[in-house]
């Protein structure tokens, strides 16, 4: 979400975190906003104190669901309860 920062590199390293079949993405602001807006997701820089570098970009903090065509079957909201989860997933496998 934040191509000032996010290059293939840095995404490929990070994806690294979650597992072998985990795919980073990045592009231009345009190409990140179309991906936001196809996935239903917000995004937005904060930065505290305008006179320093640093910054943060809160987003949304879901996990999709999708099936093996790729299309959407449901999401997870950050806080879920893994029963949860696991209930929704069984139905699926």
């Known amino acids: 979400l ?3 920062r996010d290059t293939p590199s840095a995404m490929a390293d990070y994806v690294k975190n979650f597992g072998s079949r985990f795919v980073g993405l990045t592009g231009s602001p345009e190409a990140i ?11 937005s820089k904060f930065q505290e104190d305008k006179a320093k570098d640093d910054y943060s970009i809160d987003h ?3 996990v999709y669901l999708m099936g093996k065509d790729g299309e959407y079957i ?5 806080g879920t309860p893994a029963a949860k989860i696991s ?6 496998l």
Not at 87 to 92: K, V, W
Request: glycine share 0%; aromatic share 18%; hydrophobic share 40%.
């Open 2 to 4: 934040d191509p000032e």
């Open 60 to 62: 949304s903090a879901l």
């Open 33 to 43: 906003t179309a991906a936001a807006k196809a996935y239903r997701v917000a995004y």
């Open 74 to 78: 449901t999401h997870f909201a950050y």
């Open 87 to 92: 209930d929704t997933l069984r139905r699926y």
